[in-house]
């Protein structure tokens, strides 16, 4: 059971947004501004997204934005194109002996 | 250019050692915290260990006293250490970097893979 709870699988069409979820507790999402989100293709290495909740990398599409309410978490991406189709997981820095922790995926499929 | 490769994966058994390595160039390791993350086949990504800049490290309660997360600073290499092996630590390894003033990862190896089986 991974440490932060994420939707198995989220979908939409071409040009329409999602919200992908990612919900921990008070000790990672909570307690810091440290979320990051990672997108993964079929056989190739995580890709930071997101990273201090909201901030994008340089060469990460705008479409890509982060936000957080109390112990919750969120990954939206808009206008979504057929390329977005990938795994993507959340991230948490953490207070307790586990400093980094990981949700268990989601699965976005582009219809 | 920032690169990360992994290596020493393969088919090992359980109750057995193997020694994974993570070459980089384009920056010094012993600058960065790196960690180790590993993904089970069709599951999702765990975190396995971390190495301080300062040479401290924290594991996963999952691999804690098995696995041993080291580097050479002469080499620019990471290393994580397995013993004691379980069918449940098969797995892709991958090495990745924390962002020098964040708390994320920024770049990661293409992984190595572990098969523990009789």
């Known amino acids: 059971q991974s440490a932060l709870t994420q939707p198995a699988s989220v979908s939409g069409s071409p040009g329409q947004s999602i919200t992908i979820s990612c919900t921990g507790t008070?000790?990672?999402?909570?307690?810091?501004?440290?979320v990051s989100w990672y997108q993964q293709h079929p056989g190739k290495a995580p890709k930071v997204v997101i990273y201090?909740?909201?901030n994008r990398p340089s060469g990460v599409s705008n479409r890509f934005s982060g936000s957080k309410s109390d112990n919750t978490a969120s990954l939206t991406i808009s206008g979504l194109q057929a390329e977005d189709e990938a795994d993507y997981y959340c991230s948490s820095y953490t207070s307790s002996s586990t400093p980094w922790v990981f949700g268990g995926g989601t699965k976005l499929t582009v219809l | 250019e920032v690169q990360l490769v992994e290596s020493g994966g393969g088919l090992f058994q359980p109750g057995g050692s193997l020694r994974l390595s993570c070459t980089a160039s384009g920056f010094t390791v012993s600058n960065y915290y790196m960690t180790w993350v590993r993904q089970a086949p069709g599951k999702g990504l765990e975190w396995v260990s971390l190495?301080?800049?300062?040479?401290?490290?924290d594991s996963a309660a999952s691999v804690k006293g098995r696995f041993t997360i080291s580097r050479d600073n002469s080499k620019n290499t990471l290393y994580l250490q397995m013993n004691s092996l379980r069918a449940e630590d098969t797995a892709m390894y991958y090495c990745?970097?924390?962002?020098?003033?964040?708390?994320?990862?920024?770049?990661w190896g293409q992984g190595t893979l572990v098969t523990v089986s009789s």
């Open positions: 190495i301080y800049t300062g040479g401290d490290t």
């Open positions: 201090n909740v909201s």
């Open positions: 008070s000790s990672d999402v909570g307690g810091h501004n440290y």
């Open positions: 990745a970097r924390r962002y020098i003033s964040g708390f994320h990862f920024d770049f």
